[in-house]
């Protein structure tokens, strides 16, 4: 993740993570991203089954398919805090469609982990969001992908951004954090001023915007990603209404997801508006130290495999129900786990020679592999010229 409140707009400073230690235990989540040990945040898709029918579905989520059991669920969660992973994330497929979702949010609290909830918001009743409240639930990350018509044609269903809109009044209403999702490509990036203005007229805190990585029914949009002149052009947009909104006195939280370049290219242009604050950007992405696949994000299937990250589902790494996660995620006799964890060394291309590597890490390597076949290729979508590389 590349907070661009944090590094353009200036709402942390190098010293702030500092202050913890660094300790991913002790950070505070807006500051987790800067930690020194990188225990990993785990992304657990507890169910396959879906309401709504993304076309970008990273997952390709919809019929529901076994999965881990409560039981077997309880003891996951308990395994992952005494890992001393800091977070717990909840996807899917649909999360909320999982009738235990509160009974493994309500152990992965007691077990001193933050416990997040990644939907798509249709199905969040105001008794639901009253009972997650209750049991102390961190975050709620709400996938919008435009305004109401885009939105719904992303979905598959009529209605989803009507019903993805009560969702997030109704989890805001009992003081839950909640955060926008929004996954770029050609059919929507028209819609990102609609979303900035969204998040001021109904005063959402929070938006994370992806980008696009060709995996599960992503696939079909691969041609459809952005240029990377349109890449550039949308993320000096984000900065410039990023500022506009903390110049407003809003306080809110933007950050951009999956593309690593994103963040020589926050600091190049601090760098060319001649801000003091560059050096300190420059000191805050080495400790974000780049892409994390690997280290710092792991994905757990509802089947109990364990993969890199989210998105990267051909790279089975071992299964939860057969080993522990610990012993699966520190298997040094992984050769592709151990590369992983040590990609800078690994990559080749342009990537091999960059001068960003030690705050890249090499971009995103499931991205690349989908693109490629080669998992150490250069990623496509880095769109930084030879001269702002060399």
């Known amino acids: 993740m590349i907070g661009i409140s944090k590094l353009y707009c200036g709402t942390v400073e190098a010293s702030d993570p500092l202050r913890y230690g660094r300790s991913s235990k002790e950070l505070p989540s807006h500051l987790l991203q800067f930690s020194a040990d990188k225990k990993p945040v785990v992304v657990w898709n507890i169910t396959s089954a879906c309401n709504l029918r993304c076309v970008h579905c990273y997952a390709s989520a919809g019929k529901a398919a076994p999965e881990l059991t409560t039981g077997q669920g309880l003891e996951l969660i308990a395994t992952l805090a005494d890992y001393g992973a800091p977070v717990a994330l909840f996807s899917g497929g649909e999360p909320t469609m999982r009738k235990d979702l509160p009974r493994l949010i309500e152990a992965a609290v007691k077990g001193g982990m933050r416990a997040v909830i990644s939907t798509n918001g249709t199905l969040i009743t105001k008794d639901m969001a009253m009972r997650f409240a209750d049991l102390g639930l961190s975050y709620i990350g709400v996938s919008l992908d435009g305004l109401q018509e885009v939105n719904d044609r992303f979905r598959g269903v009529q209605g989803a951004f009507v019903q993805a809109l009560s969702g997030i009044y109704n989890a805001m209403r009992e003081g839950i954090k909640v955060g926008l999702r929004f996954t770029m490509n050609r059919r929507n990036v028209d819609e990102i001023p609609k979303i900035f203005d969204l998040m001021a007229s109904e005063g959402i805190p929070r938006i ?39 110049r407003a006195g809003r306080d809110v939280e933007v950050l951009t997801v999956d593309n690593h370049a994103d963040g020589p290219y926050v600091y190049l242009r601090l760098k060319q508006e001649g801000s003091p604050r560059a050096d300190e950007v420059l000191e805050l992405l080495k400790m974000n130290a780049g892409n994390s696949s690997g280290l710092g994000i792991g994905c757990i299937n509802w089947d109990g495999d364990v993969y890199p990250d989210q998105f990267w589902r051909t790279r089975v790494l ?6 522990p996660f610990p012993e699966i995620w520190d298997d040094t006799g992984n050769e592709f786990l ?30 690349a592999e989908a693109a490629t076949g080669n998992p150490w290729a250069e990623d496509p979508a880095c769109y930084l010229g030879d001269d702002e590389i060399a």
């Open 208 to 246: 994370c915007f992806y980008h696009l990585v060709y995996t599960g029914r992503a696939k079909e949009l691969m041609e459809e990603d952005l240029t990377h002149e349109q890449t550039r052009r949308t993320l000096d947009l984000i900065m410039d209404r990023t500022r506009e909104m903390i």
């Open 318 to 323: 071992g299964n939860v129900l057969e080993r």
């Open 338 to 367: 151990m590369r992983l964890k040590d990609k800078k060394n690994h990559v080749q291309g342009r990537c091999r020679s960059c001068r960003w590597l030690d705050v890249c890490a090499g971009n995103f390597r499931a991205r």
